[in-house]
């Protein structure tokens, strides 16, 4: 075909686009030679290597050798040679088109050329970008079309009525677009006219219109039917899958439920059966019939439980076999096929030790039995895994010496026996092939072996908490240039600081518990470092310059807590820093006005230092956002308890903060409590204890309905706590100490009578959590049962009130015994008078309750002996008279816990309650 020719036909084809009437359009298509059609649609794309990623699933994978296929296409040259292009031989016509992976991006509008080829049989377009446009109509034109394959292209939207014009389809995939729809019509109509369908493949699409009993319509003859992903709902009943030619069968991340369909495992043609991600239950069935054929069977992440049976060790076909994240039991088969090529059974219940049959299959290449409960050593001797490439035993409890057998495989790339309890040392091994390697949380010991120097591939290094003797020095590391993840911590390391190497894809380094006394040279040049945690260490003496430095603009996780730095605080980048721990140093000085350039900043905890001048207001004002910088303020937790600081707390907290704790406690913060701390709608802990904070009850903050921890002991606040100013204040209040400060009045009844969070008792029906989030453990210092203890992590159902050591008056209020969760009580050193109610009997939850110091009067109330876990009673110093209740915890209180009363009989110990009284009258 000649170039002059070409450009005629172009411009032909130009005059029929722009000119002709709808029915002349279609009667112009054999007018146009294919060739120039072909050349008009590649000029209305353009080529993007982007618009053709690699794309990896367990069941696919796409485009990892994409090239551009049409930027070989020459306009002087027959077009049925060019790349992609399939033509007759005998007509010439363009019968193919195979552009998948092919770099191209841009729209295919209804009247692009590409509809200029009726002719086309086969078409491929998979792997490109086409601008999330719309599947166009015209797609139904191609009346000859076997083979379409849309999938992974960027399309968008509905799939057109016009594809079930297609009757003489065999293969049509439009799987892994972004969104499309198809609706129950459509759906419909490509049942009932693509009779010749064989292969359907919408992974990814909107199905949630469409009834799973409408699959019993598909023809018995398909072969291929991944439906993965399409919201599909409702149960999967045997009637509805008479698809006895199926080949390969892929519904999972659905929300399919019910029992597995016996008519699954019988199918006799079936190679490939995929039902991941659903909420299928019950045990799998004892026998079947069919599954000779059988390559893949994956059933992982749903409700699957009871024992393996044993024709799943037996099926001579199979080559991967995943039951990841079920609740099957008992112990693992013998397996026998030789052909198992991948197997994972992670995430259940197994026990027993691992079979030698699994260690001795001459083709496996995955191996994977994590967080199970598998006993037992590893056997000495196997015969097989020459193509392991991945053996991951992790949390399991395994245990015995790491046999010699496991450093002589020579195809290994992961191992992986994270959180065992293997003993011995680490032995030397012999290939060079491993990229991950992680024995960390078991009982190794020695040395790391010296073959390690030889990994010039590996990339993550993980031997923490064992008892290893690391030195970090050159002629080990110089070689591990591709190292991205090195974690020591939990062991004893040196380092020689004499030497230089570098570690230039580090990113990430833990090095916490290490013993260590000062920073690694090696850091100077991680410049693309993201995680650094060096914390519980013995690092001494001030900052080194360089370390400013260090991912300087990547770094956003840095842990220094619990060393011995002292002098100023560093000169860091902040900008990319999300979580900054430096507490328990010995850090002097103000904190630098330069961490008001972290706009990302979601931690700072600088608490325990001897950190001096006022808080910075960019922490708490709107100006901490850049101008530029639209993100909202992300610091979520501000920690600066125990240190020096003075003056008043900022008086302008932004109205769009996200603070979820506030902990300023043992500072000598004075003035009053600004009230825009009210705009902290996500605030769970507020601590400021042990400051000069003066003014009356912040009772503006109730209404922050998240706060769960409310802490302003030993202050200056005073005055009465009137009424609350909301319908339900502190609605998940869970620690409330006002102690130690001047507060006066009587108890607040009303705030007692809504604090919700301490009537629900749930301890027999959740989980035990803690406070917090992330990295970030909430703690708190809490008075209970009479000695202030540190709360390292604070139980989400733990709830305590503490009033003490203040002037409250008047009755304690009987509505306090609807707090059945609370923990402990604390009104002691008080002025409080009259009766102890005997509503308190209902807190059937209190480990302590101390009233001391006050002029309560009356009988100990009988209910308090009817609470069963009161381990501390404190009612000394008041006037109570009469008979201490006895039986259950009152026969555990030694007498300090009633000294100093008017009168009273303790039945129990009659000798020793005479000797005190006549003490108590000497006195």
Known sequence: MGCLSWKYQVLCLLSFLFHSTPSSFSSSLSSISPCSALLHFNHSLTLDLSASPSYYASRIQMCDNSYPKTASWKEDEDCCTWDGVVCDQTTRHVIGLDLSCSWLSGPIHSNSTLFFLPHLRTLNLAGNCFNVSLISSEFGNFKALTHLNLSYSCFIGKIPYEISHLSSLVSLDLSLNYGLLIETPVWKRVIHNLTQLRELLLDETNMSSIRPNSLMNLSSSFTTLSLNDCYLQGKLQNYILYLSGVQTLDLSYNHFSGLMPLSLLNLPNLSTLILDNNQLVSPLPNYVSGLLNLNVLSLRSNFLNGTLPSWLFNLPSLVRLNLYDNQFIGEIGEFKPNSLEYLDLSYNKLHGSIPRSLLNLPNLSTLTLDNNQLVGPLPNHISGLLNLN???????????????????????????????????????????????????????????????????????????????????????????????????????????NNVTYTLPKLEWLNLSSTNISEFPIFLKTATNLLYLDLSKNIINGQFPRWLGDVGKDSLYFLDLHDNLLQGPFPTLNFLSLEYLFVSNNKLTGEIPSLICNASSLYVLDLSHNNLSGMLPKCLVHSNFLSMLNLRMNSLHVLDLRMNSLHNTIPATFSTRNRFRNINLN??????????????????????????????????????????????????????????????????????????????????????????????????????????????????????????????????????????????????????????????????????????????????????????????????IPRQLADIPWLAVLNLSHNQLTGHIPSGKQFNTFDNDSYIENLDYVDFHCQEHVTALRQRNHHH
């Open 390 to 496: 991945v053996l991951s035993l992790s949390s399991n409890f395994l245990n015995g010496t790491l046999p010699s057998w496991l450093f002589n495989l020579p195809s290994l790339v992961r191992l992986i026996l994270y959180g065992n309890q293997f003993i011995g040392e680490i032995g030397e091994f012999k290939s060079n092939s491993l990229e991950y390697l992680d024995l960390g949380y078991n009982k190794l010991q020695g040395s790391i072996p010296r073959s390690i120097s030889r990994f010039d591939s590996l990339i993550d290094l993980s031997l923490s908490s064992n008892n290893l003797s690391i030195m970090l020095e050159s002629e080990m590391f110089s070689k591990l240039k591709n190292l991205n993840y090195l974690d020591f911590s939990n062991n004893l390391v040196s380092i020689n």
């Open 666 to 859: 043992g500072n000598q913060l004075e003035g009053p409590l600004p009230r825009s701390l009210a705009n902290c709608r996500n605030l769970e802990v507020l601590d400021l204890g042990s400051n000069k904070i003066n003014g009356t009850f912040p009772y503006w903050l109730d209404g922050l309905l998240n706060l769960r921890v409310l802490v302003i002991r030993s202050n200056k606040f005073q005055g009465r706590i009137g009424n609350p100013k909301t319908k339900s204040p502190f609605p998940n209040l869970r620690i409330l100490d006002i102690s130690n400060n001047e507060f006066n009045g009587p108890l607040p009844r009303k705030y007692f009578k809504y604090l919700k969070a301490m009537t629900n008792v749930e301890e027999g029906k959740v989980v035990l959590k803690y406070m917090g989030d992330g990295y970030y453990q909430d703690s708190i210092n809490v008075m209970m049962k009479g000695l202030y203890i540190e709360l390292v992590r604070i139980q989400t159902i733990f709830t305590t009130i503490d009033f003490s050591n203040n002037s409250f008056r008047g009755e304690m209020p009987k509505i306090i015994g609807r707090l059945k969760s609370l923990k402990g009580l604390n009104f002691s050193h008080n002025n409080l008078t009259g009766y102890i109610p005997s509503s308190f009997g209902n807190l059937s939850n209190l480990e302590w309750l101390d009233l001391s110091f006050n002029k309560l009067i009356g009988e």
